[in-house]
């Protein structure tokens, strides 16, 4: 069945860095779009970043020029690179695809920028 596993996150100071990464498994992974999520306490989920199956990228705007998406097809594996992190960032990130007509999200990994 379709998996989808996020890992990397944690608590970092404000200003730091962290890489989250996205397992996948139980789909073709290099034909999906895979986008990064993010629901902070009370708030509602919101896109972060997205990369198409040929590696072109979106980012929301309050993201751009701080996070990178990227994906290796070889490993099945999708990657947030996070830098210059804000408190503001601190939010439960998830991976998400499309596949069958069906939205796939994994279980999430805290991310907490606090000093």
């Known amino acids: 069945q379709v998996q989808l596993v996020e890992s990397g996150g944690g608590l970092v100071q404000p200003g730091g860095s962290l890489r989250l990464s996205c397992a996948a498994s139980?789909?073709?992974?290099?034909?999906?779009?895979i986008t990064w999520y993010r629901q902070a306490p009370g708030k509602e989920r919101d896109l972060v970043a997205r990369?198409?199956?040929?590696?072109?990228?979106s980012y929301a705007d309050s993201v751009k020029g701080r996070f990178t998406i990227s994906r290796d097809n070889a490993k099945n594996t999708a990657y947030l690179q996070m830098s210059s992190l804000k408190p503001e960032d601190t939010a439960v990130y998830y991976c998400?695809?499309?596949?069958?007509?069906?939205?796939?999200w994994g279980q999430g990994t805290q991310v907490t920028v606090s000093s």
């Open positions: 998400g695809t499309r596949w069958n007509s069906k939205d796939y």
């Open positions: 139980g789909f073709i992974f290099r034909i999906t779009v």
């Open positions: 990369v198409s199956t040929d590696g072109i990228t």
